[in-house]
């Protein structure tokens, strides 16, 4: 994976065996990791996905201020909607659902409570 900034806007390029194709961190809601692959939710219902694991992401997206509440998801806390406290999960602006493992339910405090 190569990444680098361009004119003040974060990206991140995520490199395919075929594509290159470049996305706006500001603009990923939430990714979920299915065995090797992974699902980038963003803005506008557009969804991509890679053939990377969620653990590939993991180090350049938390400098970034996302958050690893599950073995599957990564969320950006800029878009919670909602908090579930009985039922452990959060809601995303876009309507997904991000369960949190209560392993890392403590990732959570100070962004959503």
Same mark, same amino acid.
């Given at each position: 994976?190569?990444?680098?900034?361009? +004119?003040?806007?974060?990206?991140l390029?995520?490199? #395919?065996?075929?594509? *290159?194709?470049?996305?706006? !961190?500001n603009? *990923?809601?939430? $990714?979920? %990791? @299915? !065995? @090797?692959?992974?699902?980038?939710?963003?803005? &506008? %219902?557009?969804? /991509? =996905?890679?053939?990377?694991?969620?653990?590939?992401?993991?180090?350049? $997206?938390?400098? &970034? %201020?996302? $958050?690893? =509440? &599950? /073995?599957?998801?990564? !969320? @950006?806390? @800029?878009?919670?909607?909602?908090?579930? &406290?009985?039922?452990?999960?959060?809601?995303?602006? #876009? %309507?997904? +659902?991000?369960? !949190?493992?209560? /392993?890392? +339910?403590?990732?959570? +405090?100070?962004? *959503?409570?």
């Amino acid at each position: 994976m190569k990444t680098y900034q361009q +004119k003040g806007k974060d990206t991140l390029l995520i490199l #395919n065996q075929r594509t *290159v194709k470049k996305i706006l !961190i500001n603009n *990923v809601i939430l $990714l979920k %990791g @299915n !065995i @090797n692959y992974t699902t980038f939710y963003l803005e &506008h %219902g557009v969804e /991509r =996905v890679v053939a990377r694991t969620l653990k590939f992401f993991e180090p350049f $997206l938390e400098t &970034h %201020g996302f $958050l690893r =509440v &599950h /073995r599957a998801f990564m !969320i @950006n806390p @800029n878009f919670v909607k909602e908090y579930n &406290h009985e039922q452990e999960f959060l809601t995303m602006s #876009n %309507g997904q +659902k991000a369960i !949190i493992s209560r /392993r890392r +339910k403590h990732t959570l +405090k100070g962004f *959503v409570e």
